[in-house]
């Protein structure tokens, strides 16, 4: 399946796609980066408190990211739904304080998927494992 990079303004692409968090009879749509220096997958607590997660019963873990300060996530076992595709999976989830999207890493993502980045086509091929 093939998607297209998403332009957030003149000369900025990036390979967001769409996909579907689900758990139990709830499904979200949501926007993830396709992040292949991402470890795993990490979303907004919002989209946790809409499919009524705790966020904080989750098994909590650290990460830094471009600033170097750490912060908190934490871990739960979900769905997610990829052009079609679904599957169970563990992300972490923490305040992302205004991001517009999530992020789909190496585990949970890249894992169950090839994936081929094409900037000069402007789009983005997936092929399930």
């Known amino acids: 399946m093939k998607f297209r990079y998403k332009k957030y303004g003149p000369g900025v692409l990036r390979p967001v796609i769409p996909i579907e968090v689900i758990r139990q009879d709830t499904e979200v749509p949501y926007e993830v980066l396709v992040d292949s220096g ?3 997958c ?3 607590a919002h989209i946790a408190e809409i499919l009524r ?3 904080v019963k989750g098994e909590r873990r650290e990460v830094s990211g471009l600033t ?3 912060e ?3 871990l739960h076992n979900i769905s997610i ?4 595709i679904e599957y169970k999976t563990e992300v972490g989830f923490m305040s992302m304080r205004g991001s517009a999207y999530g992020i789909v890493g190496q585990k949970g993502f890249f894992d169950k998927f090839v994936v081929k980045f094409d900037l000069q086509k402007e ?3 997936l092929k399930s494992r």
Request: hydrophobic letters at 45%; charged letters at 25%.
């Open 68 to 70: 170097g300060f750490p």
């Open 42 to 44: 990490i979303f907004d």
């Open 123 to 125: 789009d983005l091929e």
């Open 72 to 74: 908190f996530y934490y």
């Open 38 to 40: 991402a470890d795993i």
């Open 53 to 55: 997660i705790d966020v």
């Open 81 to 84: 739904k990829v052009g079609g």
